[in-house]
């Protein structure tokens, strides 16, 4: 597990298949940072508009916790779509699941940008935004595994890190992308227009998504180590046949939730950052919107050298001593954060930001590669789809819902610096499971 690498063999430089894998590693990426733009949109919206226009109330504070309520919703709906699209993807292939994650995240993410407020269709509104969302979860809930598998079951041998960390650099594309439309609609509209209609382009613009989802389903083939899993199952007696999503439950239930356990204070953290931070520093401390989104995007662009920087320290010195210098980064730094980010100096900000943002990606470098490698092929889009979705629910989704509580019961960011400890903890003791199984075998 920890340095395992890819089975597939080199190819030369010029050869179809090298040729191939490009494409393939490509459009991997690609799908992966426009799914992830669509989803992050919402994270920014939910800290700056949609609480007043979705769930008014005569308390900001609590229009922004039923605002990041729904955000956390699309969270719990993610292992839902984990679940599906890896039995599927187990059985059928990694590029099917791919596809329909992609074309139900640009659905639905036009759709919230055409969706009615409260004002004009009432309860409706927050009903139909919340329909949404769940959609929203469910496909990026299956799109992780799909994108993981394509890039790292095509990876050259001794790469598999470095092609998986291409899928996690849709990540902070996807930040910078989504930070960069709404500042954008910011600058060309006044602040009631933007309030009624410029927030909307960003949703809009999602709708492209389906064209990536028409290439990939046209151009992309499916992974050589899903071809020779399905071989190998085919010739196997149907009665001895099982399901993928009950071999992980029955037999591999504890390695699912090590791995989410390790992941939970990786993307907790994450979401702190870019949307709980947004609407504390906007709200809380005074801070201009465009400052702060403007710091959020050049820190997320930093991250497009660290991921990769950080997976292919993976390949050639194992992935669970990069995953745990990561994960021991966030512990320390957890508390210097806010006191830096208490200051209300952008400056400071910037700096707090930018540290915990290069542990999160000594972590997400390794950490697909990682994932594959903790399940066999026959079980993997299950298994690791359902660990990543488990740290996605008990760590991103809930986390600015429970910084904003912790901020207005303790009246102090340090109840924030607790939480990303205790969550620092619950990993590093995973990991340290993950690594003695790993010398055990």
């Known amino acids: 597990m920890d340095t395992a690498p890819s089975a597939q063999p080199l190819a030369t430089p010029s050869s179809p298949a090298d040729r191939n894998r490009r494409r393939v590693a490509t459009a991997a990426a690609l799908a992966s940072a426009v799914e992830w733009y669509d989803y992050f949109v ?11 226009l979705y769930f008014p109330s005569g308390s900001p504070a609590a229009g922004v916790l039923a605002s990041f309520a729904t955000f956390a919703v699309g969270f719990l709906a993610r292992p839902i779509g984990g679940i599906i699209a890896g039995h599927l993807g187990d ?12 074309t139900l995240m640009g659905l639905a993410t036009t759709g919230i940008g055409l969706l009615p ?3 004009t269709i009432g309860v409706a509104a927050p009903v139909l935004l919340v329909v949404l969302r769940v959609v929203q979860g469910i496909a990026v809930g299956a799109q992780w595994g799909g994108a993981m598998l394509l890039a790292t079951e095509y990876a050259p041998e001794g790469k598999r890190g470095v092609y998986g960390s291409l ?55 499916e992974t050589p180590e899903f071809r020779a899993a399905e071989r190998a199952l085919a010739e196997q007696e149907k009665s001895e046949q099982t399901s993928p999503l009950r071999t992980i439950l029955r037999d591999h239930l504890g390695t699912v939730f090590l791995a989410g356990g390790s992941f939970a204070v990786n993307t907790a953290t994450f979401y702190i950052l870019i949307t709980g931070v947004l609407d504390y520093t906007t709200r809380d401390l005074g801070m201009e919107r465009s400052a702060v989104l403007t710091v959020s995007l050049c820190v997320s662009i930093t991250q497009l050298a660290l991921i990769p920087a950080a997976a292919a ?10 995953y745990a210098l990561g994960a021991t980064g966030i512990a320390v730094w957890a508390v210097p954060m806010f006191l830096l980010i208490d200051t209300g100096s952008l400056l400071w900000l910037a700096v707090a930001t930018f540290v915990a943002s290069a542990f999160l990606s ?15 092929p026959e079980m993997r889009y299950t298994g690791a789809s359902l660990g990543y ?44 499971v993950l690594s003695n199984r790993a010398r055990s075998r």
């Open 362 to 376: 000594i972590m997400y470098g390794p950490q697909a590669a990682l994932f594959a490698e903790l399940f066999t």
């Open 117 to 119: 407020t409260y004002a």
């Open 42 to 52: 919402f994270g920014i919206a939910a800290a700056l508009v949609l609480g007043g």
């Open 313 to 322: 320290l993976s390949d050639r010195i194992g992935r669970i001593r990069i």
């Open 389 to 432: 979705q488990i740290a996605a629910v008990f760590g991103g989704g809930l986390a600015p819902f429970v910084m904003v509580l912790l901020l207005e019961a303790t009246g102090t960011s340090m109840a924030v610096s607790g939480y990303i400890l205790v969550l620092s903890v619950i990993a590093l003791a995973s990991i340290k």
């Open 167 to 221: 899928v996690q650099l849709g990540v902070p594309i996807g930040v910078v992308t989504a930070n960069s439309v709404f500042l954008l609609a910011g600058a060309f509209t006044s602040d009631s227009a933007f309030a009624v209609w410029g927030w909307r382009i960003p949703f809009v613009v999602g709708l492209f998504v389906l064209a990536l989802a028409r290439y990939i389903h046209t151009r992309v083939e």
């Open 91 to 102: 059985k059928h292939g990694r590029k099917p699941m791919l596809v329909l994650a992609l």
